[in-house]
């Protein structure tokens, strides 16, 4: 969704400079997630997919179903809510029960560099 932010915004109404708009809320949208990383580690493994895959699937509704770019931008917090929620808690199952503890910090800085992408 997000390499065809431009054109879904373009469609509802929006222009080239809502796509600042909409970066900023994603990353202001992820700094209560980061600041509760213990909190939502808490979170069973079943709830926490549940919101990595629910959220951006909701997001991809709000913009199918789009009238102005304020829900571009609503979905765009959902869809960073869940990859905070999965990068946080799910990264850390995942990472911990599947890799060998040589290759622990590589697979943590390969995460890392995949989600950055």
Sequence with gaps: MNHLKTAI?????????DLGIDGVISAITQVP????????EKLSLRIRYLFVTG???IACLLAYC???P???FAGSGLINSGIVIGMFGVKNYV???TVSCQLLHCSFFAWDAILSL
Excluded at 9 to 17: A, C, Y
Excluded at 33 to 40: G, L, P, Q, R, S
């Design 33 to 40: 997630f980061i600041a509760c990383a213990d909190k939502v």
């Design 70 to 72: 304020v829900m571009i």
């Design 55 to 57: 959220l951006p699937c």
């Design 66 to 68: 789009a009238v102005s």
């Design 95 to 97: 990472i911990f029960y």
């Design 9 to 17: 915004l373009e469609n509802v109404g929006g222009s080239v400079s």
